[in-house]
């Protein structure tokens, strides 16, 4: 990298050249090149010290939380239910009790259409999601709508498909959903909807509001009492933490009044032959051994990114971001999809883009021959990529504190290599 964007990669007060150095596949090669990794919107990297953090509790306190009366239990215990807090913190929650360990986004969105929506969606009840969401917030509702015989509407794409139509927003809160499940920022096109407002219209008809964060929370400061929301729904693996640990956030008197989803040990009180009492919150949702130390390494991951500071890195991602679209604004041929530079405010670190006829997999393929992972396909958002977008695929570029220009660089003087490729100029 040049020394002039070495500076302008710290104006953000991140100095991605040190951030790197804490992610050790950071420093392997891919086909014999260093890996330079634009994928993070489908999971992220880890820190040495999230790694660390799992090698630590199998070497030096694995045991079973909640029932052991003993030391190397009691600390798991203790550190497990100090994750929570540490995420309550993040995502400005009340309480720990508040927040539900569930395996990923997917989990957690399903969680509540399972319990909340199977006790409150009666048959001809409204659901409402947008066009612009990722199969894991359309598929429970679709399946939610169908048990329940409730209509499943969707909130329009604007004409420049890059953010969600007002009017149709508007006309589709008025009709008064009793649930509003809607993407905070989108996987696709970066596009951040302004869930604080849309919560506040939807709660002015009595709707019960659930945002997916999982795009939003590893990447810009979120509160959620500010937001205002019923739910919230991340992942851990996509925020520097591990796989299969995720969350949900409730509101308190919302998780007390479903049901549990599962049931087994740790979510009950008391069991008698012909009936059981639920445990308090949050365990009543948490059946069967938890994934301790993808908890607890949650709360890891929880740390390093505070410490770097939420406000640094989208301040980072927004100027990475900026900078990708200016150089892919000059590239003949390449098509970017959702806002433009001009409109960064609104757009997180996620860049889709097409390439005259060449397809996505081929292009990911020559990216993959430099040692840059990028993804190709309909990103889980078949709806909007093939039935809006009307194309069969798309290639994504997306960011995090550990890239900086020159990651941005290579990637631009790849798109060249394709071209030269397939022979198009
Ligand atoms: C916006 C959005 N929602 C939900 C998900 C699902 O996340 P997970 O596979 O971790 O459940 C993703 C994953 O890419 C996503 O980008």
């Known amino acids: 990298?040049?020394?002039?964007?070495?500076?302008?990669?710290?104006?953000?007060?991140?100095?991605?050249?040190?951030?790197?150095?804490?992610?050790?596949?950071?420093?392997?090669?891919?086909?014999?090149?260093?890996?330079?990794?634009?994928?993070?919107a489908a999971t992220s990297q880890k820190p040495?010290?999230?790694?660390?953090?799992?090698?630590?509790?199998?070497?030096?306190?694995?045991?079973?939380i909640h029932r052991g009366i003993y030391k190397i239990a009691e600390t798991a215990t203790e550190k497990y239910i100090e994750s929570k807090r540490k995420l309550a913190r993040f995502i400005g929650a009340g309480k720990f009790e508040e927040i539900i360990y569930v395996r990923n986004t997917t989990e957690a969105i399903n969680l509540v259409a399972l319990t909340w929506g199977m006790s409150n969606i009666k048959k001809g009840d409204r659901i409402l999601i947008s066009e612009m969401e990722h199969h894991s917030n359309i598929v429970p509702w679709q399946m939610l709508a169908k048990r329940k015989g409730a209509v499943l509407d969707y909130i329009k794409m604007d004409n420049n498909m890059e953010g969600l139509s007002e009017q149709?927003?508007?006309?589709?809160?008025?009709?008064?959903?009793?649930?509003?499940?809607?993407t905070h920022v989108s996987n696709v096109l970066g596009s951040i909807n302004d869930v604080k407002r849309i919560t506040k219209l939807a709660k002015k008809e009595g709707t019960t509001v659930l945002?997916?964060?999982?795009?939003?929370?590893?990447?810009?400061?979120?509160?959620?009492?500010?937001?205002g929301c019923d739910f919230f729904a991340l992942s851990g693996?996509?925020?520097?933490?591990?796989?299969?640990?995720?969350?949900?956030?409730?509101?308190?008197?919302?998780?007390?009044?479903?049901?549990p989803l599962f049931g087994g040990g740790d979510m009950i009180k008391s069991v008698a032959f012909d009936s059981y009492t639920p445990n308090d919150l949050p365990w009543k949702f948490e059946a069967g051994?938890?994934?301790i130390e993808g908890g607890i390494a949650l709360g890891t991951a929880v740390d390093y990114l505070e410490r770097i500071g939420m406000e640094n890195i989208r301040g980072h991602e927004k100027e990475l971001t900026a900078y990708a679209l200016e150089r892919l604004a000059k590239i003949n041929g390449l098509k970017v999809f959702g806002y433009g530079r001009a409109d960064i405010e609104k757009r997180g670190g996620v860049v889709s883009f097409s390439l005259d006829k060449i397809h996505p997999h081929d292009v990911s393929a020559v990216f993959d021959s430099f040692?840059?992972?990028?993804?190709?396909?309909?990103?889980?958002?078949?709806?909007l990529v093939r039935g809006i977008f009307k194309v069969g695929a798309l290639s994504r570029m997306s960011f995090y504190l550990y890239n900086d220009k020159s990651d941005i660089d290579s990637a631009i003087d790849a798109i060249g290599s394709v071209k030269k490729v397939f022979k198009v100029k």
């Not at 991140?14 to 634009?38: Q, R, V």
């Not at 799992?54 to 070497?59: D, V």
């Open 168 to 182: 149709s927003l508007r006309e589709q809160i008025e009709k008064g959903p009793k649930m509003l499940a809607i």
């Open 289 to 291: 051994t938890s994934n």
């Open 48 to 64: 040495k010290e999230v790694i660390d953090a799992i090698t630590e509790y199998y070497e030096n306190y694995n045991a079973n």
């Open 211 to 227: 945002i997916d964060g999982a795009q939003s929370a590893p990447h810009m400061p979120v509160d959620v009492r500010a937001i």
């Open 1 to 40: 990298m040049n020394h002039s964007s070495r500076e302008t990669d710290m104006k953000s007060g991140i100095d991605p050249t040190m951030i790197k150095k804490d992610f050790p596949i950071l420093k392997k090669k891919m086909n014999g090149k260093p890996l330079i990794y634009l994928d993070s």
């Open 371 to 383: 040692g840059i992972a990028i993804r190709a396909g309909h990103h889980c958002a078949m709806p």
């Open 237 to 259: 693996h996509k925020m520097l933490g591990p796989t299969g640990i995720g969350a949900l956030y409730g509101k308190t008197e919302l998780l007390e009044s479903m049901e």
